[in-house]
């Protein structure tokens, strides 16, 4: 593993992994973007599949031994379906790409006709879904508005076998080999046992869009 060049792990919900797999999402819009040059490579965390609730006993209906429910509903939580290109891959590092380029978008992208759907197209989002997720609303002053930004995805490489994301490592330099709970109190200590390995720096919770890691050596994304 090198800590010397910077990748990015970003998280992406199971829907619009299984688009990307597919081939038919390649953009995808974010409200913030690394301070990296393109091209850089990304990898790509599929997140928890979303669970809903199936009714399994009303009041006065029979259950499976026989016996008549009272009371409350009885619920079973399940995970939605999955589509079978993602199927018992969340919560995985499912594949890398190439990020080649990213756009910038602002609500002036929007003011010419036909301008920001050109922009996001590959991104299976509408304008008006871009716009909500921006946060760009018609009577807000266009200082308050925020940029957005299409990253591009070139390169698709989808793994064979997902892979944790304890195989992963945040980027640091060299001589800031320190883990976490050092980094926190902005000294190495000789005692912690992490900071003079990886083990200290290994990513442990998935980002709530995207975070910075070490860039793993061909060997390591196979």
Known sequence: MSLKNKAVLISIRP??????????????????????????KAYIYCTK????????????EETMDGEIHHG???????????PDSIRDKNQMVIGE????DID??????????????????GSC?????????????????LADCRDAYCWHIFGLRVYKKPKSLFDFHRAVDEDELWCEKCAVGGKKSTSCGFCYGLDGLRIRRPPQSWCYVAEAEEDDAL
């Not at 599949?49 to 006065?60: E, R, S, V």
């Open 15 to 40: 829907e619009w992994c299984d688009l990307i797999v597919r081939g038919k999402k390649t953009i995808e819009v974010r409200k913030t973007r690394p301070k990296l040059e393109t091209p850089f």
């Open 49 to 60: 599949a979303p669970q809903h609730l199936i009714t399994i006993f009303k009041d006065g």
């Open 72 to 82: 409350k509903p009885e619920f079973l939580k399940c995970d939605k379906y999955l």
């Open 97 to 100: 790409f190439t990020c080649d």
């Open 104 to 121: 910038r978008i602002t609500p002036l992208t929007s003011s010419i006709p036909g301008n920001l759907e050109e922009r996001i197209l």
């Open 125 to 141: 989002l509408t304008a008006q879904q871009v716009e909500a997720y921006a946060g760009w609303k018609g009577w807000m002053r």
